[in-house]
């Protein structure tokens, strides 16, 4: 009896210990989960032209060490098959390895075809967790697929009044599925029903046209009903048709024509069969209430003209006109899969001055890129202006002199930055520009009748790129947490589907503003659907012998003598960072060819190793640099970059030929410009020490003496900036990477002239042009070309560094400092991995420092310079605290 009882308690409590093991390997799967699903870098895409797209995903996972060991995906266009993990299109069945993205290795993919995917992960106790589904749809795959024709009104290139389109047509059964597939040359507004389609901005983005078109593809099936639609096109002038005159020749681009659209409108049917509405000479066109638009000046808008219901069933368009065909604007049609432009925050007056009766003029609060609304009632034909600045005269009235000195257009019928209202008389009127965009904090409406205006008339509407942010600084100095802050504010507004220099004074997309501020971007903002966009428009500017322009697109400006290589190395920096930060060679592989062509061209026309192709360091304090030294210095890294590209995608010869070139670069300019007794570099400024240390061409036994002389040489400038937009990237990596740590916040935490600060506390809310506040020239309020001091917090006071050999933070480097007169630091970053979290604060002499390393990575954490222990420790997945004693 009593043996039995034993037998019985033995079995109870090796059911019950199983029960527990079952409950913990439960909640871990609970607390492990695939999260973040994309293709080609974005979340459920329409319109995939790829015909290997990138499956992406992340892992969430709390428990230590943990690692993805092996993976699955399965590919299908059942959404319920997928579910149970059947793959008919693509199984990859289980692949031993951590790989978190994944080229699609399928059967063929179909044109404008659902596609459903799923991953299922084994973890390293072997438990599947499996991910939900997630969905991506290709697009047209080809111009061949297009059924519809490219369309225009019968005006040309000098009408000013925007072009609105309109048809009818019967949806003749119950709709399963319905999407519009539509090309712009321009800008267009797209309708169904009298309701606007989608919140994107300024669709599609700007290109060179006519060698590459973009098209948007637009999930519409709850916007159509069974029976009568209508669709409606408005079509804007963008970068397309450039009315207004400026330096930079857009009124002369080869492209330059009317606006003009092709749209196929695809409706499934729940019974499976597909209709296609398509853009045809059944369409009809007339003018609107937009009376004149242009992306550099403003917009134009007759209330009066207002023609209610135009986009709606029922709208008698008799006194409508016909529609023309136009020739395509390219022969290369393609997806736009980028992140769209939207009005993502928005700004109400936080002061509101009236100067006389008909001039108001309101302060935002915040200098950005956007558009203001405004509502107004008043007597019909009264003509309201709408100005936009970044400055105020002394009166308190706008003054424009700083960012509309190169407009060369009708200053008086087509003000720059300036938006015309003219009044219906019979409502309260809303007008907001479809097709234009201003940089600006103040906003002055003047009238030519008397206006009564308070606060609640207008609104302002931060517009740019709606890029997702993944990285945040907080810290106990006001003053870092401000520059962050005004960092990112400048980096928006000039992110308008590609990196601009300003959002006022000219929109370009200057290459060398755009690399400057490269780090800066990635590490707090998941942008590279932006830049692979951009690196696209420097292919198709590229000229056969490998030169690029100083902007990126352009009308055919830039190709001068100045746009060279510390401008035009965005062909290989940006590719490089992009592999960097995502560890996604694409790009590499896409941009290739074209830096090999770029760098070649260079050793053509500088064969000695030495170059002076280039600008220079632009806008420098005082102290003009050497410019054969740093253009040579950018000519090395890009033979460095495509050395290290080449070895990455298989190319041997090309690496070791590359690799021999910028060694061949590095020595031409050690021997003429490094001098081995002192230390320096040509007439050792701060840019000429600072820009060889940051870019590696200082011989290792030089670096210790080369850093001393900038480090010396930044202590008699009393910790002050002496640099222009070169040394402005340089100098704080420089002195940081060498072990002056220490001076190198000193540097950047200084609030008088010059400095970062020195804006900050000036009451800059994004960064400047010029360093001096007094500066008669480049003096734009909103500027990224010195943009570096965004993404040097994270690597400095938060440390966090991607490893080279392991790229996209697969392995994470960890080089905190913990500077004096900097209590506490947090420091997040959202890698492709998940989040990386940086944070300590000082007790006394002692620091605490916590780390989250997220899963499927591990990294090494370095002492910093001013810590006893120099020991390297190596992190695995999870929580960690690390207890320093400073010295």
């Known amino acids: 009896m009593n043996v039995k009882l034993n037998i019985l308690i033995i079995a109870v409590f090796i059911t019950f210990f199983h029960s527990l093991t079952a409950i913990k390997v439960v909640a871990q799967s609970k607390s492990t989960r695939s999260v973040e699903l994309t293709c080609e870098h974005l979340i459920s895409p329409l319109g995939i032209d790829n ?25 299908g266009i059942d959404s319920n098959e997928v579910v149970k993990g059947e793959g008919r299109i693509w199984d990859s069945n289980r692949m031993e390895n951590d790989s978190q993205l994944v080229r699609y290795d399928g059967v063929a993919l179909q044109p404008l075809t659902r596609y459903f995917w799923k991953v299922s992960l084994w973890d390293t106790h072997g438990a599947v967790l499996n991910s939900d589904v997630a969905a991506f749809e290709t697009g047209m795959m080809g111009e061949q697929r297009w059924q519809g024709t490219w369309i225009s009104d019968h005006h040309d290139i000098q009408y000013r009044p925007a072009p609105y389109f309109r048809k009818e047509f019967v949806a003749s059964k119950p709709i399963k599925r319905a999407r519009v597939y539509i090309a712009v040359a321009g800008l267009y507004e797209l309708s169904l029903n009298g309701q606007r389609v989608g919140d994107q901005r300024l669709n599609p983005m700007y290109t060179r046209f006519d060698r590459r078109t973009l098209y948007v593809a637009h999930d519409v099936t709850t916007m159509l009903q069974k029976g009568e639609n209508a669709i409606g096109v408005v079509l804007g002038n963008g970068w397309y048709n450039h009315q207004a005159i400026a330096v930079w020749d857009f009124h002369n681009a080869p492209w330059r024509a009317r606006p003009t659209f092709c749209m196929d409108l695809r409706i499934e049917y729940a019974d499976g069969s597909i209709e296609t509405i398509v853009s045809e000479r059944d369409w009809k066109t007339s003018a609107g209430p937009i009376v004149s638009n242009n992306i550099y000046t403003g917009e134009h808008y007759d209330a009066r003209l207002e023609q209610e219901g135009w986009d709606k069933v029922g709208f008698v368009d008799s006194a409508w006109s016909g529609v023309r065909y136009r020739a395509a604007p390219s022969n290369h049609i393609v997806s736009q899969q980028v992140v769209p432009i939207r009005l993502v925050n928005v700004y109400h007056p936080q002061s509101v001055k009236k100067i006389n009766d008909t001039t108001y003029v309101f302060d935002m609060g915040q200098n950005m890129a956007g558009v203001s609304e405004v509502k107004l009632t008043g007597q019909e034909g009264t003509v309201v202006k709408i100005k936009h600045g970044e400055r105020l005269h002394d009166d308190g009235r706008i003054d424009m002199s700083n960012i509309d000195v190169y407009y060369r257009g009708d200053r008086i019928n087509d003000p720059f930055q300036t938006d015309i209202f003219i009044l219906s008389g019979k409502k309260q009127d809303v007008f907001m520009p479809k097709f234009n965009y201003k940089g600006f904090r103040y906003v002055e409406i003047t009238s030519d009748k008397p206006l009564d205006l308070t606060a609640s008339n207008i609104t302002a509407y931060f517009m740019h790129s709606d890029v997702r942010p993944i990285g945040s600084v907080h810290t106990s100095s006001s003053l870092v947490n401000k520059l962050w802050e005004i960092t990112n504010n400048a980096y928006l507004s000039n992110l308008m589907g590609y990196p601009t220099d300003c959002p006022q004074r000219e929109k370009n997309g200057w290459t060398g503003d755009g690399h400057l501020a490269i780090e800066s971007a990635l590490y707090n903002f998941d942008a590279i659907t932006v830049y692979e966009k951009w690196l696209a428009d420097h292919r198709d500017e590229q000229q056969p012998n490998g030169v690029l322009p100083d902007i990126i697109p352009t009308g055919g400006w830039g190709y001068g003598t100045a746009n060279g290589l510390d401008w035009t190395s965005t062909i290989a920096i940006i590719p490089w960072q992009i592999y960097m930060f995502y560890g996604d060679s694409k790009l590499l592989e896409d941009c290739y060819d074209n830096i090999k062509r770029y760098v070649d061209y260079v050793t053509r026309i500088s064969p000695e190793g030495l170059t002076t192709f280039g600008r220079g360091d632009w806008v420098p304090v005082k102290t003009t640099s050497n410019l054969e030294l740093t253009s040579s210095v950018y000519y090395y890294t890009d033979a460095s970059i495509l050395a290290k590209a080449a070895r990455l995608l298989g190319k041997d010869e090309d690496h070791l030929k590359y690799a021999a070139l910028s060694e061949k670069i590095k020595q031409a300019i050690n021997k003429k410009f490094l001098d081995p007794e002192t230390g320096s570099y040509a007439n050792g400024s701060q840019t000429e020490l600072s820009v060889p240390l940051y870019w590696g061409v200082v011989p290792e036994e030089m ?19 002496d640099v ?63 943009g570096e001091i965004g993404g040097w917090l994270f690597k400095s006071i938060g440390g966090i560094l991607p490893d080279p050999d392991q790229p996209g933070f697969k392995h994470i480097l960890l080089k905190p400092i913990f500077p004096d007169g900097l209590d506490h630091s947090e420091v997040k970053f959202n890698s492709p991995y998940g989040e990386i979290f940086s944070k300590w604060k000082k007790k006394g002499k002692q620091v605490l420092y916590d780390v989250v390393i997220p899963p499927n990575t591990t990294a090494t954490f370095y002492m910093p310079y001013n810590v006893a222990d120099k020991e390297l420790k190596i992190l695995s997945a999870g929580k960690h605290q690390i207890k320093i004693k400073l010295q």
């Open 724 to 786: 222009g937009v070169l040394g402005a990237k340089a100098l704080l990596n420089a002195l940081k990477d060498n072990g002056y740590g220490e001076t190198a916040y000193k540097v950047a935490v200084q609030d008088t002239y010059p400095s970062w600060g020195w804006w900050a506390v000036n009451g800059a809310t994004t960064l400047l042009e010029n360093w001096d506040l007094e500066a008669e020239r480049d003096i734009s309020d909103n500027h990224m070309m010195f």
């Open 51 to 75: 015909p290997n797209p990138r499956l992406i995903w992340k892992v969430t996972d709390q428990n230590d060490g943990a690692k993805q060991t092996a993976y699955r995906i399965v590919v």
């Open 703 to 721: 670096k210790s003496k080369v850093a001393a002389n900038l480090n010396e040489k930044v202590r008699q400038a009393n910790f002050h900036l």
